[in-house]
């Protein structure tokens, strides 16, 4: 990126930039490689449309950890706004952010959030309101296995993963 002048040392927002067109080697947008250097074969796209079907909090995170940019929505109430651009700037970088369920939710409340496949899952947590931590934590399920069984079990009965274990006295 290259600045006119110093390098902010503020984060800047969509209104505080301006993208000027120039030319490239790249011929094709097909040639273009978003190929992310922490080993994972994703491609992602350089910037998520301002969509509220695509664009969330959730979705800015993400993009911000594969290096691209999501443009929040224009629509969303401005404490909306606030909060989401709060929420995303406290993320981890190194790993996406868990998907949190309280151990009585269904499988059906999973299936509208991550889909039946192996490599995705939800975090089962004893207190949806406390932190996530090793004392809250039950385990996880997968995507996989929420496909397999009744829209209606709880979460916590299909958890997978150690038990918790007893802490010394």
């Known amino acids: 990126m290259e600045f006119i002048g110093e390098q902010p040392q503020v984060d800047l927002t969509y209104s505080d930039v301006f993208l000027v067109p120039s030319r490239s080697s790249v011929t094709s947008r097909l040639d273009a490689d978003l190929t ?15 969509m509220n079907s695509v664009t969330g909090a959730r979705m800015a995170a ?8 999501a443009v929040l929505p224009q629509d969303l109430p401005l404490q909306e706004l606030d909060a989401a651009i709060r929420w995303v700037k406290q993320q981890p970088v190194l790993w996406d952010t868990p998907i949190v369920f309280p151990e009585a939710a269904a499988a059906a409340d999973a299936l509208r959030v991550v889909p039946a496949l192996a490599g995705v899952g939800v975090v089962v947590v004893r207190d949806p309101d406390a932190p996530l931590n090793t004392a809250n934590v039950r385990g996880v399920v997968t995507g996989e296995r929420l496909g397999g069984v ?9 958890v997978s993963g150690p038990a918790p274990c007893a802490r010394p006295a």
């Open 36 to 50: 992310p250097t922490d080993g994972t074969p994703a491609r992602t796209p350089l910037v998520a449309s301002n």
């Open 62 to 69: 993400t993009m911000a950890r594969r290096g691209g940019l």
């Open 150 to 158: 009744l829209s209606d079990a709880a979460l916590g009965d299909l």
